[in-house]
């Protein structure tokens, strides 16, 4: 499973970058299979966050009182047709 998720990981990181361009990242940090196992609170490096699908933040800085205030601020266009995609975040 862990070797699966590399490749995922890897798979991601082309596709973010453009078939034909060159990804940018100068300080990439490798993600360990003890990170996969217990991920940061801020960091959601596996679908539902958690590799048994909690898919709960326990983070507290966004709540009930200052949920309203959040905007929109980055997105990405997609094609026309199927689409069904899960943010990934580490470090």
Same mark, same amino acid.
């Given at each position: 499973? #862990?070797?699966?998720?590399? /490749?995922?990981?890897? &798979?991601?990181?082309?596709?973010?970058?453009? /078939?034909?361009?060159?990804?940018?990242? #100068?300080?990439?940090? =490798?993600?360990?299979? !003890?990170?996969?196992?217990? =991920?940061?609170? !801020?960091? @959601?490096?596996? @679908?539902?966050?958690? =590799?048994?699908?909690?898919?709960?933040? =326990?983070? !507290? !800085?966004?709540? #009930?009182?200052?949920?309203?205030?959040?905007? &929109?601020?980055?997105?990405?266009? &997609?094609?026309?047709?199927?689409?069904? #995609?899960?943010? &990934?975040?580490?470090?």
């Amino acid at each position: 499973m #862990t070797s699966r998720l590399r /490749v995922a990981a890897g &798979l991601a990181a082309v596709l973010a970058a453009g /078939v034909t361009g060159t990804a940018q990242i #100068t300080n990439f940090t =490798p993600v360990t299979d !003890e990170i996969l196992r217990n =991920p940061k609170p !801020e960091d @959601w490096i596996h @679908w539902r966050r958690t =590799p048994d699908a909690w898919g709960y933040s =326990p983070l !507290e !800085e966004i709540n #009930t009182e200052n949920v309203r205030n959040l905007r &929109l601020v980055w997105s990405w266009a &997609l094609e026309d047709g199927s689409q069904q #995609t899960t943010p &990934l975040v580490y470090n």
